[in-house]
């Protein structure tokens, strides 16, 4: 290096000229002593000088070894089956001190670095394990000096399967008379964790927020299902069918076959009366013995005087469900219309 400086000077000295010392100028007037330096100077010599000092600045900048801090992620692989891993420091970044040329450590900058550990050779218990990223060559040639922290510790422990029934739980408040049920999908999950905590688990409850909800009908939900720590389950969540409907109370009543459509001729129906049971909305099971609402008729298929068996309908008002009608049939004669 030691002849690139020397070089510099002879052409630093070539380029005033030995005339252009201060001292040569100190009798001189300030104008005129300026333009005679100034006219002695062999530029040419003096901006190549210049230039030289400017690559050689450069050149030493770029291969002066500094240090610099490198955030490097960990992702992990090889995580035996029957074993479940509980920390305490199951990390995923690290800091690294790298060193090299000053060049080569900022194009480092910017980068997104990915250390992959294997977990393979985790047993049970507590396990140190070494952050070798120094032995892999991440930095290319540049120098590894720290990593922090050095290692990580793991607890591993050794996982007990067993399958554990789900129970739904609907968390909302609903309009009066309404009520709600859920079925879950799948019913049952299979759950692991250490044995010590899997005595404890006779079933998981699963959550499910009903929202805002005026009137009956169906709703389908996705639910996570909540684990204690160091527990996995497959699958970790389930499909839910929420369906609201009408509280109902069971009513049973008599009401006399009506025939449809009305007819001019005579007729007579055995028996006159069927007895009714349904499942109402109990805002109107204290009215169901009066309303109009609850009806038992017959469709007849033809005007033709005669003999018929036919089925009894029911009519029901809204949210009711018919449960039994008995008897199911009536006999039905329908006579001429002269006879009537």
Same mark, same amino acid.
């Given at each position: 290096? /030691? ?15 030995? %005339? ?46 500094? %240090? /610099?801090?490198?955030?490097? $992620? ?26 090299? @040329? ?47 922290? #050095? ?10 399967? $067993?399958?554990? #029934?789900?129970?739904? &739980? ?36 699963? @959550? ?15 639910? #996570? ?6 527990? %996995? ?5 389930? &499909? ?7 509280? $109902? ?12 459509? !009305? ?33 038992? *008729?017959?469709?007849? !298929?033809? *005007? ?12 029901? !008002? ?23």
């Amino acid at each position: 290096m /030691s002849r690139y400086w020397t070089k510099l000077l002879s052409l630093l000295r070539g380029a005033a000229g030995k %005339e252009t010392a201060l001292s040569s100028f100190a009798g001189k007037d300030g104008k005129a002593g300026i333009r005679a330096l100034f006219g002695r100077v062999r530029w040419k010599e003096f901006f190549l000088a210049f230039a030289m000092a400017a690559t050689l600045w450069f050149a030493i900048s770029g291969t002066e070894n500094v %240090e /610099s801090l490198v955030d490097v $992620r960990l992702e992990y692989k090889g995580i035996p089956k029957d074993l479940l891993i509980r920390g305490p420091s199951l990390i995923n970044r690290v800091s690294v001190r790298i060193s090299g @040329p000053a060049g080569q450590v900022r194009a480092m900058s910017g980068r997104d670095y990915v250390f992959t550990m294997d977990l393979s050779s985790l047993e049970p218990g507590e396990n140190s394990l070494p952050i070798a990223i120094a032995r892999t060559g991440l930095f290319g040639g540049l120098k590894v000096i720290e990593v922090t922290p #050095p290692e990580i510790i793991l607890r591993a422990e050794i996982v007990q399967t $067993r399958e554990i #029934p789900l129970k739904p &739980d609907i968390r909302g408040v609903l309009p009066k008379g309404l009520e709600a049920e859920a079925l879950l999908i799948p019913e049952k999950v299979i759950l692991r964790g250490p044995p010590r905590e899997m005595e404890k688990i006779e079933e998981i409850v699963v @959550p499910l927020p009903l929202g805002s909800v005026t009137e009956p009908g169906a709703r389908d939900l996705r639910a #996570p299902l909540p684990l204690p720590a160091g527990m %996995e389950a497959e699958p970790a969540s389930v &499909d839910a069918v929420v369906s609201v409907d009408w509280k $109902r109370k069971e009513v049973r009543l008599s009401r006399p076959v009506q025939v449809q459509p !009305p007819v001019s001729f005579a007729f007579s129906l055995r028996p006159a009366t069927v007895r009714i049971q349904t499942a109402i909305p109990e805002g109107l099971a204290a009215a169901a013995a009066d309303s109009k609402e609850i009806r038992a *008729f017959v469709l007849l !298929p033809k *005007f033709v005087p005669g003999a018929y068996v036919l089925p009894v309908e029911v009519s029901l !008002p809204p949210g009711a469900l018919l449960l039994s009608v008995e008897p199911a049939e009536v006999s039905v004669v329908l006579g001429r219309e002269e006879d009537k």
